[in-house]
């Protein structure tokens, strides 16, 4: 296993959870030796437990040496960093760099496994690189949810396997005997796009029902009912119909502008993509014109308006902040002129990457004292259960935007606030 981020650490921790033995490569020897002791800092359900277990049976080791990990090794995985480069296009820098880096060192009839999300015709890429006839390159994309992670590779609902040698796609297949999932056998060509699309699909839901919430919001609908009744249809699905601050993290951002620069790259016109990733543009840069509008006395500006916001993570149950939708609001607040106090229940130590943006507080109460507004930017159940009573005596005026429709409105309006969410009618104070 090549790399140790969310995925390469899921995907070894659970494959010797299913008996296989797994050694773990990373450059970073500090984190290595982490690892070797069972410390492990990204947040994730039963990962650490599953460390510790493989460690205690000798089926996972870690190294800091990626030549000395793959010397006697039957399949080799690349878990690497692939963000978006210049042009939104997938940077490969990593994976070719490995590439070349384990080249000699790989031992006759493996196989290497592009497990990174990366553009149509890496597969082939990456095989000229080897320059291996004897070594295959498959295809296998991940489909983890970060906070689901362990649960979503335990509980596959699909398995997906590509490559120009079925041997070999078989091979990679079978490490996840066991697992009760459909198998999808392809080309690698198929296997890399199915990636893509899934992320992009998801993505378009997600803008759909921003889109949705803001028609509800002309109408006065309320958009959990529409969505309600509409997501009981099979055909659509409830899952990821779901309004908020606009969608982000880790993979649906660089993945739908890697998809846009490939279709333009091919001269395949692609309208929806690109209206995918504009109307989430939109709809953040609409949100903050809502706050701008509530908080300013109509000159537009935030200038030295002090504004609170719980939650920075890009969803909950993560630490991660990675093209987070909430560091994308603050930092419109922030080009208007507000001062921002935030709070994060994941984020306990202090950021100086957030330094020049935010003052990062240690509960959310010092987040909110004397604020103008608060923002819900990250949907942590905990800001649900506040003593919003207390808070509103903290506040410096009662206005609370809820952008994960996660409060209950009529709970803050006996404590004296405003709530106003996403595609709903705010429940004004008496």
Same mark, same amino acid.
């Given at each position: 296993?090549?790399?140790?981020?969310?995925?390469?650490?899921?995907?070894?921790?659970?494959?010797?959870?299913? /008996?296989?033995?797994?050694?773990?490569? %990373?450059?970073?020897?500090?984190?290595? @030796?982490?690892?070797?002791?069972?410390?492990? %800092?990204?947040?994730?359900?039963?990962?650490?437990?599953?460390?510790?277990?493989?460690?205690?049976? /000798?089926?996972?080791?870690?190294?800091? %040496?990626?030549?000395?990990?793959?010397?006697?090794?039957?399949?080799?995985?690349?878990?690497?960093?692939?963000?978006?480069?210049?042009?939104?296009?997938?940077?490969?820098?990593?994976?070719?760099?490995?590439?070349?880096?384990?080249?000699?060192?790989?031992?006759?009839?493996?196989?290497?496994?592009?497990?990174?999300?990366?553009?149509?015709?890496?597969?082939?890429?990456?095989?000229?690189?080897?320059?291996?006839? %004897?070594?295959?390159?498959?295809? *296998?994309?991940?489909?983890?949810?970060?906070?689901?992670?362990?649960?979503?590779?335990?509980?596959?609902?699909?398995?997906?396997?590509?490559?120009?040698?079925?041997?070999?796609?078989?091979?990679?297949?079978?490490?996840?005997? +066991?697992?009760?999932?459909?198998?999808?056998?392809?080309?690698?060509? +198929?296997? @890399?796009?199915?990636?893509?699309?899934?992320?992009?699909?998801?993505?378009?839901?997600?803008?759909?029902? *921003? *889109?949705?919430?803001?028609?509800?919001?002309?109408?006065?609908?309320?958009?959990?009912?529409?969505?309600?009744?509409?997501?009981?249809?099979?055909?659509?699905?409830?899952?990821?119909?779901?309004? +908020?601050?606009?969608?982000?993290?880790?993979?649906?951002?660089?993945?739908?502008?890697?998809?846009?620069?490939?279709?333009?790259?091919?001269?395949?016109?692609?309208?929806?993509?690109?209206?995918?990733? $504009?109307?989430?543009? @939109?709809?953040?840069?609409?949100?903050? $014109?809502?706050?701008?509008?509530?908080?300013?006395?109509?000159?537009?500006?935030?200038? +030295?308006?002090?504004?609170?916001?719980?939650? &920075?993570?890009?969803?909950?149950?993560?630490?991660?902040?990675?093209?987070?939708?909430?560091?994308?609001?603050?930092?419109? &607040?922030? $080009?208007?002129?507000?001062?921002?106090?935030?709070?994060?229940?994941?984020?306990?130590?202090?950021?100086?990457?957030?330094?020049?943006? &935010?003052?990062?507080?240690?509960?959310?109460?010092?987040?909110?004292?004397?604020?103008?507004?608060?923002?819900?930017?990250?949907?942590?159940?905990?800001?649900?259960?506040?003593?919003?009573?207390?808070?509103?005596?903290? &506040?410096?005026?009662?206005?609370?935007?809820?952008?994960?429709?996660?409060?209950?409105?009529?709970?803050?309006?006996?404590?004296?606030?405003?709530?106003?969410?996403?595609?709903?009618?705010?429940?004004?104070?008496?």
């Amino acid at each position: 296993m090549v790399g140790t981020g969310y995925v390469g650490l899921t995907t070894g921790a659970c494959l010797a959870t299913l /008996g296989h033995r797994v050694v773990c490569a %990373d450059t970073d020897r500090h984190k290595v @030796e982490r690892l070797r002791r069972g410390e492990v %800092d990204i947040l994730e359900p039963r990962l650490p437990e599953l460390v510790r277990e493989g460690l205690d049976l /000798g089926r996972l080791e870690f190294v800091p %040496d990626t030549r000395a990990a793959v010397a006697d090794a039957d399949v080799v995985f690349l878990c690497l960093p692939t963000p978006m480069g210049v042009g939104g296009a997938a940077d490969l820098a990593a994976v070719e760099a490995v590439a070349d880096q384990i080249r000699d060192e790989l031992p006759h009839g493996s196989v290497v496994v592009n497990k990174s999300t990366v553009p149509v015709g890496t597969a082939e890429r990456v095989a000229a690189l080897l320059d291996r006839p %004897d070594v295959a390159v498959v295809s *296998n994309p991940e489909f983890l949810r970060e906070g689901y992670a362990v649960r979503d590779f335990l509980h596959p609902d699909r398995i997906v396997v590509g490559a120009a040698d079925q041997d070999a796609a078989r091979r990679v297949a079978g490490l996840y005997a +066991g697992l009760d999932a459909p198998l999808v056998l392809t080309d690698a060509a +198929g296997a @890399e796009l199915a990636k893509y699309a899934a992320n992009f699909f998801l993505a378009m839901k997600l803008s759909f029902a *921003n *889109n949705l919430a803001t028609l509800c919001e002309h109408f006065g609908a309320d958009v959990d009912h529409v969505l309600a009744g509409i997501g009981h249809d099979p055909r659509i699905g409830s899952a990821f119909l779901r309004p +908020g601050p606009g969608w982000g993290g880790s993979c649906l951002p660089k993945d739908t502008h890697a998809l846009l620069t490939i279709c333009q790259e091919s001269g395949v016109d692609f309208p929806l993509l690109g209206a995918t990733i $504009e109307t989430n543009v @939109e709809h953040q840069r609409r949100l903050v $014109e809502r706050v701008v509008a509530g908080c300013t006395p109509g000159d537009g500006s935030l200038h +030295g308006v002090r504004l609170a916001v719980l939650g &920075l993570a890009f969803k909950a149950g993560t630490s991660d902040l990675r093209d987070s939708p909430a560091l994308a609001i603050a930092r419109l &607040l922030k $080009e208007r002129g507000a001062e921002l106090h935030a709070y994060d229940p994941a984020l306990t130590e202090t950021r100086p990457d957030l330094s020049d943006l &935010l003052t990062l507080a240690d509960t959310p109460e010092a987040a909110l004292r004397g604020a103008r507004a608060c923002l819900v930017l990250t949907e942590w159940p905990e800001f649900r259960d506040l003593d919003w009573e207390h808070i509103a005596g903290l &506040l410096g005026s009662p206005h609370v935007y809820d952008f994960r429709n996660l409060l209950d409105p009529e709970r803050l309006r006996r404590a004296g606030l405003t709530c106003e969410g996403i595609g709903r009618t705010p429940a004004m104070a008496s």
